[in-house]
């Protein structure tokens, strides 16, 4: 019991001498019904760089939240979705987008699966045509022992 | 002969890991490196003036450094940035996150302050425009305003010697 009280004690000595971060509380932007599905259809392809397996659409983070206000504010602002992976990229670089650009310096990356691919295939092949090639064929049989050995047990 | 293939393939993926398990995937390499620093207007917290730009950098080297005093990694560097600006071998500007100004204050009466200028980004607007995404983050820029380096969580001796100083040396 003791104990018990004294924990609840050292959690609130620590709660009331904790800063935190300031959240500011925005207003919501309005989007028109069109701005509004280019803003649902875009968060899920941005990259929360605080969770980075989550998306901006789904991280509870609050630089997630100051990027999601972000990315309203400039749909709001008539952009459209280049604008708007770009203005995200010049800060936070291609990490940012979950889909990476096709560029000479991504090159390798996006033909990696079909290299990989490729590569797997033609090992296949080759296995299958060397299987081909030597045809199991039965083991030479003793005849003779074989009918010695049916004629004993008749 | 028959193992030759599978020990190659073996080899090159031993070696893709020992490069690839060591890098941290939380280091997000910054696009503003080689560019000229972001754009800003903020206020100062106690200067001389009430606003400050990027404009008002350029002329020397100088560190940006983005903090807040709820930061854990800050505290941590707190100390080597304050040896950094007493030697004088750093020009220091402190821009405070998403922090209040009655948590900023005693956090700088109690550990001492390091920083030329402190500007506030209250709303981390600024942050985002300097591709902040966990504080403390450390930016170094040249005599022109051009960012040179960026540090993602705490500076140390290490990377102040072996990384920061060369750059500024040559950049001079």
């Known amino acids: ?154 | 002969m028959r193992f030759a293939i599978p020990l190659v393939v073996l080899a090159l993926l031993v070696g893709l890991f020992m490069i690839g398990l060591r890098r941290d995937p939380h280091l997000v390499p910054s696009p503003l490196i080689g560019k000229a620093a972001p754009a800003f207007d903020l206020p100062t917290l106690d200067g001389k003036r009430p606003r400050m730009t990027d404009a008002d950098l350029r002329g020397a080297p100088v560190l940006v450094n983005f903090f807040a005093s709820w930061c854990a990694g800050c505290q941590e560097e707190h100390a080597y940035l304050m040896q950094l600006a007493q030697n004088g071998q750093a020009r220091l500007l402190g821009i405070d996150y998403k922090d209040a100004e009655s948590d900023l204050r005693p956090w700088l009466t109690r550990r001492g302050n390091p920083y030329g200028v402190i500007l506030t980004d209250l709303e981390g607007k600024a942050g985002i425009d300097w591709g902040v995404y966990g504080v403390p983050e450390t930016f170094v820029l040249d005599a022109k305003g051009t960012v040179i380096y960026k540090q993602i969580g705490p500076m140390t001796p290490e990377i102040w010697q072996h990384d920061i100083q060369p750059l500024l040396r040559s950049a001079t």
């Open chain 1, 1 to 154: 019991m003791k104990r018990r009280v004294a924990c609840v004690l050292l959690l609130a000595l620590a709660a009331a001498g904790a800063r935190a971060e300031v959240q500011t509380v925005k207003p919501e932007i309005p989007l028109t019904p069109q701005q509004e599905a280019l803003y649902r259809g875009l968060l899920p392809e941005l990259r929360c760089l605080v969770c980075q397996n989550e998306s901006l659409a789904e991280s509870q983070a609050s630089l997630a939240a100051d990027l999601r206000y972000e990315v309203r504010g400039l749909v709001a602002k008539g952009e459209d979705e280049t604008a708007i992976k770009k203005y995200l990229t010049d800060r936070y670089g291609d990490f940012v987008l979950y889909k990476p650009p096709l560029e000479a310096r991504t090159a390798l990356l996006w033909a990696a699966p079909f290299l990989l691919v490729l590569i797997g295939l033609t090992m296949l092949f080759a296995y299958a045509r060397r299987t081909r090639a030597t045809p199991a064929t039965r083991p030479p049989a003793d005849e003779a022992a074989l009918r010695k050995i049916l004629d004993d047990h008749s």
